[in-house]
């Protein structure tokens, strides 16, 4: 069995609660159920085919998802695939075990895309965003946590093998999304309870100074990332059963809160066409809702 480390191994050790239910008083939205693959779900992400793609590190696999909602095993793997996103090729790049790969989404074949740092084996990576440069911002958490800051982000510029330094003493960086005009990137400091203001390499601003941009409330903290097209961000909030929200300049917005059915365990999100598409990995399930 393999030893699990971070959000992982706390998130195992908690036994997959399931939610209490809903708030009285609170909103209500109408989410809808794409898909139920079971396992530890993460990282939505629209495939070329149009299918919806997701991993399982947990259980080492990568699933795709028809429009009929059945997942399918596009292939399993011990490297801990989570977080993902699609190159300009069509090609899925994935967080892993010791770096990045490169994935074919039709045929499954693995191509290594980072795997060491300044000559060191990088540690477990966890999520990543592509830029329009066709570059890769992508967290290393490694074993890091609260008391021990010495989680990493870097960035891999196009058709590089040597990833850049991009920010370090972080306590487990987590989810990552580069802003809508392409100036700065968030990171989801998990363990901190907060998201970080980073400028990108490509940075046009003159205020270019790294500060916390939102904290988030309840929960364990801040798991994947996304923006929608207004540059308003969502983030999945583990163990609250929610996802927050902010504005582009960090006023809070209401959450979204997952439907009493579902469980607490909100891993990732995707913003596409109106809709908020999330994980869920306590149930195993990818849940949508419009958005308003």
């Given at each position: ?5 971070g959000?992982?191994l706390?998130l195992?050790?908690?036994g ?15 989410w ?11 990282a939505?992400?629209?495939l ?6 997701v ?8 699933l795709?998802?028809?429009?009929h ?5 596009l292939l399993?793997?011990d490297d ?9 090729d ?5 967080a892993?075990?010791?770096?990045l ?32 440069h ?15 800051p ?12 040597e ?13 990552v ?21 980073i400028?990108?390499?490509h ?34 909030n ?7 929200r902010?504005?582009p ?21 995707l913003?596409?066409d ?15 809702v419009?958005?308003d």
């Amino acid at each position: 069995m393999r030893a699990l480390s971070g959000p992982l191994l706390l998130l195992a050790a908690a036994g997959f609660p399931v939610a209490a239910g809903a708030t009285p008083g609170e909103p209500q939205q109408d989410w809808q159920q794409v898909a139920r693959c079971g396992g530890f779900l993460e990282a939505p992400t629209r495939l070329p085919s149009g299918d919806l793609a997701v991993s399982d590190p947990l259980n080492g696999r990568l699933l795709r998802i028809d429009p009929h909602g059945q997942c399918h095993e596009l292939l399993r793997s011990d490297d801990l695939p989570n977080g993902q996103a699609i190159d300009a090729d069509g090609n899925l790049i994935v967080a892993r075990r010791g770096g990045l790969m490169r994935v074919d989404p039709v045929t499954g074949t693995i191509t290594p895309l980072v795997e060491q740092f300044e000559g060191e084996p990088l540690d477990i990576a966890n999520d990543l965003s592509v830029d329009r440069h066709g570059g890769i911002y992508f967290t290393v958490p490694g074993r890091s946590n609260l008391l021990r800051p010495d989680g990493r982000v870097f960035y891999l510029p196009a058709g590089s093998r040597e990833p850049d330094l991009v920010a370090g003493g972080l306590a487990f960086p987590n989810g990552v999304a580069v802003a809508p005009d392409g100036n700065s990137i968030r990171v989801a400091e998990f363990a901190a309870k907060r998201i970080l203001w980073i400028p990108t390499r490509h940075s046009t601003l003159k205020f270019n100074v790294p500060h916390v941009f939102a904290h988030t409330v309840g929960g364990v903290g801040p798991d994947g990332l996304a923006f929608d097209a207004d540059g308003v961000l969502y983030a999945a909030n583990i163990e609250a059963g929610t996802v927050s929200r902010w504005t582009p300049a960090g006023a809070p917005l209401p959450d979204l809160k997952l439907p009493p059915e579902a469980g607490l365990l909100v891993t990732n999100v995707l913003v596409e066409d109106g809709w908020l598409y999330v994980t869920e990995a306590a149930q195993g399930v990818v849940w949508r809702v419009r958005l308003d």
